[in-house]
């Protein structure tokens, strides 16, 4: 089954996605990231992050990981508009005391809730740089390549219905055990 861009697709599921990708994390096995300019001709670099979660990890462990990965850009943005209201109507230092605890709280709580997941989460980081037609390439770009195409066609066959959930969990488990417990 093909999928159908945005702009045919009703609202309502389009944000049903987008709130999916928020809070859950977008994947059962974990996260893709990569940061690259649009073009790396002359010079440029990039980041690439694969963080595959221990295979069972479940929705609310998923939902726990995602907030304690975004709370820290989501918490600072929410505290930088709370600062800007507060200052505005009542500009004072102790103003901003209740917003810094509840930023500090966040972060805390998102810590203590994932650090056994944490502990066991797999990531693999590749980090690109092209200067002067050279390419300098740090971490293991072919597992890093083979494993996002693993994980990526395991979530499609189980869309398809091809995977059981069971299939679907050994596959991850195998891209997960070929990452190894360092960071490469």
Not at 31 to 37: A, D, G, M, R, W
Not at 145 to 158: E, H, I, K, R, Y
Request: overall charge positive; some cysteine; proline content about 4%.
């Amino acid at each position: 089954m093909a999928r159908t861009s945005s702009a045919h697709r009703p609202v309502s599921t389009v944000v049903r996605e987008v709130l999916h990708t928020a809070i859950d994390g977008g994947h059962q096995w974990g996260v893709y990231e990569s940061t690259t300019p649009l073009s790396m001709r002359r010079s440029g670099w990039g980041r690439f992050l694969l963080t595959v979660y221990p295979p069972g990890t479940n929705l609310a462990e998923r939902r726990a990981l995602t907030f304690c990965r975004r709370w820290p850009a989501w918490g600072g943005m929410i505290l930088l508009v709370a600062a800007m209201i507060a200052a505005s109507v009542r500009p004072s230092v102790t103003t901003m005391v209740p917003f810094v605890l509840l930023y500090a709280t966040g972060m805390l709580i998102g810590f203590a809730k994932t650090r056994r997941l944490r502990s066991r989460t797999r990531m693999l980081t590749v980090a690109v740089a092209g200067m002067r037609g050279r390419t300098d390439v740090i971490g293991n770009a072919e597992l890093l390549n083979s494993s996002v195409a693993s994980l990526v066609d395991l979530d499609l066959q189980l869309q398809l219905g091809i995977l059981t959930p069971v299939e679907y969990e050994a596959g991850w488990s195998r891209v997960y055990d070929a990452i190894g417990d360092k960071e490469s």
